[in-house]
């Protein structure tokens, strides 16, 4: 009888026949980007999720199975924000764009975006709390108002409960010259 070695290659082809993907994590992470905006406009989308939260115009996401929990509003393409926010990421082609609000109980569990294929994903803190609440990774990362990270499609990541609310930019862009 022929011993089987339980390497990553030996999983990497039981999940391939499965039709199962797998994810070099490590290597996503290495094609983690940071990135940041300029203040005028995170304090311009800052302003304007809590407004619409004082309105109670964010939609609610309780999602319990997922253990997801967060309040938002989807930026209209074409709408001032949108082509603001391009303004910032000329090199960038957005296919969503998203404004979140956390309380400091909501949460998002570990997961891996592909809602939109090939796009990357833009996660970016508003508010200038420096409770951060973002891992990528299983890893607690720098989070401050203005600044971000581009992640790779498919990398883990996670926002946990914190000390106090949480506002953030999620998009999902790719690079115009297929960078």
Not at 10 to 32: A, M, R
């Amino acid at each position: 009888m022929q011993k089987i070695e339980y390497t990553q290659e030996y999983f990497q082809s039981l999940l391939k026949n499965l039709n199962i993907p797998f994810y070099d994590d490590k290597k996503l992470e290495e094609g983690v980007k940071k990135i940041s905006i300029s203040n005028e406009l995170r304090t311009s989308l800052l302003n304007y999720i809590q407004t619409k939260e004082k309105e109670e115009k964010l939609k609610r996401v309780d999602i319990t199975e997922h253990d997801v929990y967060l309040n938002l509003i989807n930026i209209e393409k074409n709408s001032m924000f949108w082509k603001m926010i391009e303004e910032e990421f000329p090199y960038y082609e957005f296919i969503e764009i998203r404004l979140h609000s956390y309380s400091k109980d909501d949460r998002c569990k570990e997961h891996r975006d592909g809602i939109h294929p090939g796009y990357d994903s833009l996660i970016l803190r508003l508010d200038e709390n420096e409770n951060p609440r973002l891992t990528i990774n299983k890893k607690e990362v720098e989070e401050n108002g203005g600044n971000g990270y581009i992640l790779p499609e498919h990398t883990l990541h996670s926002v946990n409960v914190g000390n106090s609310n949480r506002y953030s930019l999620v998009a999902w862009l790719k690079n115009r010259f297929g960078e």
